[in-house]
């Protein structure tokens, strides 16, 4: 309860948000940073929203790099399709666009879309155009091996790592996580999922390579693990 509130209240007061921009630190990021692969890796990327940080990974990275990306906002999918369809049309074979979203099970949700990067869940409400989310135990299984695992799915993040520790099969697939978690204003509920994510993380033999709570941090396997 300490650990988690200690988190809630540094997100909340956001000192590392100017921290994290004035040490330029987003370049920490694998795919912001593409110099770390070296070719024949494989990197999925879960909430690829219009493929801005996609365009720019693929511009950098080796071409023999396998590309998983999963967006399941039509809206959102339609523009990521129209970024790199340059990339698609000058034979990049191993660019795959999933039109669906992972999580804890196979459903359909709806979900309210906005301009500014950020896409809800909306629990109780009809709506016109469904997305698809598969489990993401699951679709993990199509993956010999995922190097690097990017999830930046406004809040999809907890499903998925807490799905994948219940599935030790799916988890040991991936050799990295980098992920933004999202934290609800005050919301101690995701605190101690995140504080719960992070022992099963451990657990697994992973260990975490940097953190900015609630903006950004990697988890990798363990050598030899």
């Known amino acids: 309860d300490l650990e988690h509130r200690r988190y809630g209240r540094l997100w909340l007061s956001r000192p590392h948000w100017q921290a994290w921009q004035r040490a330029g630190a987003d370049r920490m990021r694998r795919l912001r940073d593409p110099t770390h692969f070296r070719g024949g890796e494989v990197l999925v990327d879960v909430g690829s929203y219009v493929g801005v940080d996609l365009v720019n990974f693929l511009r950098r990275a080796p071409a023999t790099v396998t590309v998983h990306t999963f967006e399941p906002v039509a809206m959102y999918r339609e523009k990521l399709q129209q970024r790199v369809r340059r990339f698609v049309a000058s034979g990049h074979e191993r660019l795959h666009i999933h039109a669906f979203g992972l999580g804890k099970s ?91 994510i992070e022992a099963g993380l451990r657990a697994a033999a992973f260990a975490l390579d940097y953190r900015h709570p609630f903006l950004w941090e990697r988890w990798s396997k363990r050598s030899g693990a």
């Open 106 to 196: 196979n459903h359909t949700a709806c979900f309210a879309a906005s301009k500014a990067a950020s896409t809800d869940e909306l629990s109780g409400t009809s709506c016109n155009s469904p997305s698809e989310i598969v489990d993401a135990a699951v679709a993990l299984r199509q993956f010999p091996r995922v190097d690097v695992m990017q999830l930046n799915c406004e809040g999809c993040e907890y499903e998925v790592l807490e799905r994948l520790l219940e599935s030790p099969a799916a988890l040991a697939t991936v050799r990295s996580f980098e992920v933004q978690f999202h934290l609800d204003w005050g919301a101690q509920k995701d605190t101690a999922r995140y504080c719960r």
